[in-house]
């Protein structure tokens, strides 16, 4: 199943806290963080890794390593407020960003800035907090295959039934890791009820 909803209490309080216009945004960027270390605990649930030895001070053991090379695509600005708390996991990981801004008028994104490594054999996973109408994260993962990977996996921390559709009709076999599924779009394409605009709250502007 493409879509999978986190289930937790502490998920459903840090979205509170997030949903909150009366959250500041270093209380935000702070809840941001942790609410994307719970999502990543799911999202990395089912990803092989290999059997290594290590030696304790006791002796030597069976032990586990990642299997594949991982990169995280932040798409910026607000994926940026994911990426600290993400390489916590994934220390070697490498990062690839997109610039993506939707106009104002037709909610459309637009592609202003890529840097993204060669991502063949590796693992990508794009995070950015707000899928809405999902043309941002459209966008991503074209990159993501135009620079050699299939393996995508999608991290954002609302969803709008629209954007998951976008993604599922486009992508079948794509998961997306998501802390709410939310009830629509607006009309200028906010999600509601969500939490305004993702990037103005992590950035106070
Ligand atoms: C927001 C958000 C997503 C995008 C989601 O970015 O961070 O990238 O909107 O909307 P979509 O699913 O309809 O494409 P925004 O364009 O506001 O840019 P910003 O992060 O620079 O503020
Ligand atoms: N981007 C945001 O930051 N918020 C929304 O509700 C939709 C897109």
């Known amino acids: 199943m493409p879509i999978h909803l986190i289930d937790h209490p502490l998920a459903k309080v840090l979205i509170t806290q997030l949903r909150d216009k009366e959250t500041p945004s270093e209380s935000f960027r702070t809840a941001c963080r942790k609410i994307t270390q719970l999502l990543f605990i799911e999202a990395t649930r089912s990803l092989p890794t290999n059997p290594y030895k290590v030696s304790t001070p006791l002796e030597e053991t069976e032990a586990n390593i990642w299997a594949k090379e991982m990169t995280i695509i932040p798409v910026i600005r607000a994926g940026i407020g994911m990426v600290e708390s993400i390489l916590s996991f994934f220390p070697n990981a490498t990062v690839g960003y997109v610039g993506l801004e939707r106009d104002e008028e037709t909610a459309i994104a637009r592609n202003y800035y890529r840097k993204v490594p060669s991502l063949k054999g590796r693992k990508a996973f794009i995070v950015d907090p707000m899928l809405a109408t999902g043309g941002s994260t459209l966008q991503a993962i074209e990159i993501c295959l135009e620079e050699g990977t299939q393996d995508i996996t999608v991290v954002t921390i609302i969803s709008a ?29 906010f999600i509601l009820p969500g939490l305004g605009d993702f990037g103005d709250r992590l950035y106070n502007t």
């Open 161 to 189: 039934p629209e954007g998951v559709e976008a993604i599922e009709n486009n992508y079948p076999d794509i998961d997306i890791y998501t802390a709410a599924l939310d009830r629509q779009l607006n009309e200028q394409k």
